[in-house]
């Protein structure tokens, strides 16, 4: 079974992975793909934060 995340990765994600005896694939995404992916990252941590303080 093939699981396909799209998501961008770090903290030896590639490590723990592997140890769990699957293959992962990766690739490095171009400067401009990368600010797309980055800011898409911080809209949703943003959501979250926004979210979590109204029912805090």
Known sequence: ????????IRDRILEIIEAAGEKPYWRTLSKKEYLREIKKKVLEEAKELIAAKSKD
């Not at 079974?1 to 961008?8: A, C, E, F, G, H």
């Open 1 to 8: 079974m093939i699981k396909k995340y799209n998501k961008l």
